[in-house]
């Protein structure tokens, strides 16, 4: 089935730095998800991206929607363990109910 | 409070039998889409429910796989004489009608021997 190029695959990183990843699409998207999974769970919405060039936080995470509605970005500050897990963006096509995922970034937190 | 329930966890299976998986959604949500994730890879779309109809089949991949809900609610995905490659964690997914937000469950895990 059809993803989204996600980068990077994985990374390990120091508990307090912080993280980016990002995904980028040949197709343009009116919505841009980003999910956490824990193991053995489902998805968990992290930030909703809804306009071009809109950046949004929770908490210790910002996202933005890329002026082009091609890419999106996640950042991450500060780290901790908890952190840990696998991240997927997902963009929703234009007039249509499907969500396209991202092939996801494991993050490794090392305390 | 419920969320989304899925079952069984998990099923191991042999090749050329068929399997049913279920979800139960969250109560009141209209919309309910069902993916498939191999291991390591993203989230596959398969079908995608609006009440009790389907608008967009377009993720199933092959006629041996179908999927139908009932009363707005309960859905199962069936799997025909499967494969070895059908093996994944299928994950469903339901939302209010036109949110963004979908709640997913915890997946069920199926194991073609």
């Known amino acids: 089935g059809q993803q989204l190029n996600q980068s990077p695959q994985s990374m390990f990183i120091q508990e307090g730095e912080d993280v980016s990843m990002n995904c980028t699409s040949s197709s343009i998207f009116n919505t841009w998800l980003w999910y956490k999974q824990d193991p053995g769970e489902g998805p968990v919405l992290l930030i909703a991206?809804?306009?071009?060039?809109e950046l949004t936080s929770n908490g210790r995470l910002t996202a933005q929607f890329g002026i082009t509605r091609k890419d999106s970005f996640l950042n991450i500050s500060a780290s901790i363990p908890s952190d840990v897990g696998i991240y997927f963006c997902a963009g929703q096509y234009p007039g249509t109910y499907k969500y396209i995922f991202g092939t996801g970034t494991r993050l490794k937190v090392l305390a | 409070g419920a969320g989304v329930s899925q079952s069984p966890s998990n099923k191991v299976t042999e090749k050329g039998k068929d399997v049913e998986l279920r979800c139960d959604p969250i109560?009141?949500?209209?919309?309910l889409y069902w993916y498939r994730q191999s291991l390591g890879q993203g989230l596959e779309f398969l079908i995608y429910f609006q009440g009790n109809s389907a608008p967009d089949k377009s993720g199933l991949p092959s006629d041996r796989f179908s999927a139908e809900r009932t009363g707005g609610s309960v859905s199962t995905l069936t799997i025909q004489r499967t494969q070895q490659e059908d093996s994944a964690v299928y994950l469903c997914?339901?939302?209010?009608?036109?949110?963004?937000?979908?709640?997913f469950g915890p997946g069920t895990r199926l194991t073609v021997l």
């Open positions: 109560s009141g949500h209209t919309a």
């Open positions: 991206l809804y306009k071009a060039g």
């Open positions: 997914a339901s939302s209010f009608e036109g949110r963004n937000e979908q709640f």
